[in-house]
């Protein structure tokens, strides 16, 4: 059973930046895509990176790109998302999710599509 643990949440003030951690374990296929998703309460979850194991190519939408970016130790089954730039929007829960199956290009689970998710690790963008 695949099981993502996440860890590295925590205040920081705008401007600033935080490294999210994702532990994942249990894929039983080669192929899958991780990612980031985040929660904010009344609001509509909204996937912030993806990234595919076949080929570690990703995806962004415009909320995120140029400051998010996700990336992965394989030798550690770990992922991570560095959060730069960060701003009081950002505020929300990140849990890491996946699917299995072959991803990458233009073809993404999005969050209707994840399968397996983590409980999430809170991110607050304060002063």
């Known amino acids: 059973q695949v099981q993502l643990v996440e860890s590295g949440g925590g205040l920081v003030q705008p401007g600033g930046s935080l490294r999210l951690s994702c532990a994942a374990s249990?894929?039983?296929?080669?192929?899958?895509?991780i990612g980031w998703v985040r929660q904010v309460p009344g609001k509509e979850r909204e996937g912030v990176a993806w990234?595919?194991?076949?080929?570690?190519?990703?995806y962004y939408p415009a909320s995120a790109k140029g400051r998010f970016t996700i990336s992965r130790d394989n030798a550690k089954n770990t992922v991570f998302l560095q959060m730069n730039s960060l701003k009081p929007e950002d505020t929300a829960v990140y849990h890491c999710a996946a699917a299995e199956g072959r991803y990458g290009g233009s073809w993404w689970p999005g969050v209707a599509g994840a399968r397996y998710w983590g409980k999430g690790t809170l991110v607050n963008v304060s002063s």
């Open positions: 249990g894929f039983t296929s080669d192929y899958y895509a």
């Open positions: 990234l595919s194991s076949s080929d570690a190519s990703t």
